[in-house]
């Protein structure tokens, strides 16, 4: 099966030079070079150096796919959204390499991972005082949805809040099995309670991310 490595992507590229020839690459692997929007001159230099490592690598026979994807260190809840559906897009093995750039990029990758914990093979960090490679386990969540649960996040999802009442109506349900319901959303942080009287909800980032999966 082929890789699919994630490396953040900052100013130098020793360090992710070194992670990829650690890997080791065949073709139709894939790396995914997570890179901020804001372009400066440092960063499209880093950008092409690493192209003309891979290029020397496609020269030996070897031919990767490459990819720069664009991460907004500002909205993190959006980003983590953005790399959990890029991690989801193919049946390929992820491994993820933290060896340098951003240090949110970094902390975005590793939440990811504990999202998708069945599909991470690896996932390694370059300590910055050595340079060593360290493994990291990654925790296993087990969130599981009812039906009704998942229903309840979508209806959040299109109509941006709502109340208790509204939620009978759209979901045929008594005002105590959905009471139950939404406790339990909110104590595990997929809702939020916005208004007391009447108690309104809102999905959260947390709660929008779990609908991707």
């Known amino acids: 099966m082929a890789k699919k490595i994630f490396i953040p992507l900052g100013f130098e590229i020793g360090s992710a030079v070194a992670a990829i020839s650690e890997r080791g690459l065949k073709s139709r692997d894939k790396i995914i070079f997570i890179v901020s929007p804001k372009k400066t001159e440092r960063s499209e230099k880093a950008k092409d150096d690493i192209i003309s490592f891979l290029n020397m690598i496609k020269m030996r026979g070897v031919k990767v796919k490459v990819k720069f994807l664009e991460i907004d260190e500002h909205n993190p809840s ?89 939620f009978t109506y759209y979901l045929n349900k008594s005002k105590s099995t959905l009471s139950k319901q939404l406790n339990a959303l909110e104590k595990m942080g997929l809702i939020k309670k916005i208004c007391k009287k009447p108690a309104k909800y809102e999905i959260t980032s947390i709660g929008k991310i779990l609908l991707c999966l």
């Open 78 to 166: 959006t980003s983590l959204k953005i790399l959990i559906n890029e991690m989801l897009s193919s049946k390929d093995e992820i491994y993820i390499d933290i060896a340098g750039g951003l240090r949110i990029h970094g902390i975005l990758l590793i939440l990811a991972s504990i999202f998708l914990s069945y599909k991470i093979k690896d996932i390694c960090v370059t300590a910055e005082s050595t340079g060593s490679r360290i493994h990291l386990e990654i925790p296993k969540i087990n969130i599981k949805l009812s039906k009704v649960s998942r229903k309840i996040l979508q209806i959040l999802l299109q109509k941006k809040s709502l109340t208790l009442e509204s």
